[in-house]
């Protein structure tokens, strides 16, 4: 996965959705969609986890 650090900072906080960003080529990934998919959920899992 490539992209600013911005947005990769982004995906990992919640403030960008892995989808929509991907969709809209705020970061690129190698792979299919299926990784993709999965990419996305494990990220909402990583964001629930970081300290309010």
Known sequence: MTG???ELVGLITGSLDPIQGFMQ????????I??????????????????D
């Open 4 to 6: 600013p650090a911005d």
């Open 34 to 51: 299926q990784k993709g998919t999965r990419l996305a959920s494990t990220v909402g899992q990583l964001t629930d986890l970081l300290p």
């Open 25 to 32: 080529q705020k970061y690129e990934m190698e792979g299919d």
